[in-house]
């Protein structure tokens, strides 16, 4: 079992539609949870972070961790096309580097 | 993209030939890595720097060696390129210390294939 398991999806979703993207761990040691974004061809780009557990909201954008399901979430309320793309999870011990999930895939149809 | 440039960005290369792949950052970050990018696989590290001249190994190190004699360049080279090692790779840098350590800012990648 990987460390972090992530669906790769394809998930496709009309416009404006609220996205749910999860990731699940084993690693109880985690302490630092990140979200990146990643565009066709281009390099990831980091979209939210959260240390330990809670929620973190920003714009239509909200992280949530529960730390003791180990379970992380990725919301994105009034999805739009331009949200099209792959969503990478990644964590961290913070004395190790980050472990990212596989991504999803995302496809907001209009 | 956070003032990292990677060259080359592309590059066919044949079997057998070494590559070298360059990482250059303009942030005066302490940390650097470099990652593989494959289809049902993600982002796998391979090396990583924690400062000139102080590296360690990540996930995939095999057939992989990487150095670093200044901050701002961190150079990933396959000793004699295999098809397995055809793959987008990616550097990335993050500053140190708590939460900065783990926030990765990534370069645009590199597209290599080997034949």
């Known amino acids: 079992q990987k460390e972090v398991e992530q669906d790769p999806g394809p998930l496709s979703v009309p416009e404006g539609a609220i996205v749910s993207l999860n990731c699940t761990y084993s690693n109880s040691a985690f302490q630092y949870f990140m979200w990146y974004r990643q565009y066709s061809r281009k390099g990831p780009e980091l979209l939210m972070y959260?240390?330990?557990?809670g929620n973190k909201e920003d714009g239509r954008f909200t992280a949530q961790v529960d730390k003791s399901s180990k379970y992380i979430s990725l919301f994105i309320r009034d999805s739009q096309p331009s949200d099209s793309a792959t969503y990478l999870c990644a964590m961290s011990t913070g004395n190790t580097p980050l472990v990212f999930g596989k991504g999803t895939r995302l496809s907001v149809i209009a | 993209d956070a003032g990292i440039t990677q060259s080359p960005r592309h590059k066919v290369t044949e079997t057998g030939t070494p590559v070298t792949l360059r990482c250059h950052q303009t942030?005066?970050?302490?940390?650097m890595y470099w990652y593989r990018q494959d289809p049902g696989h993600g982002l796998r590290l391979i090396h990583y720097s924690y400062g000139v001249k102080d590296t360690d190994k990540g996930e995939v190190s095999d057939g992989y060696s990487v150095s670093r004699s200044k901050t701002e360049d961190f150079l990933l080279t396959l000793e004699s390129a295999t098809s397995s090692q055809t793959s987008v790779y990616f550097c990335?840098?993050?500053?140190?210390?708590?939460?900065?350590?783990?926030?990765?800012?990534f370069g645009p990648g590199t597209r290599l294939t080997v034949l």
């Open positions: 942030e005066n970050h302490r940390y």
């Open positions: 990335a840098i993050s500053e140190s210390g708590g939460l900065a350590y783990n926030e990765q800012f």
């Open positions: 959260t240390y330990s557990s």
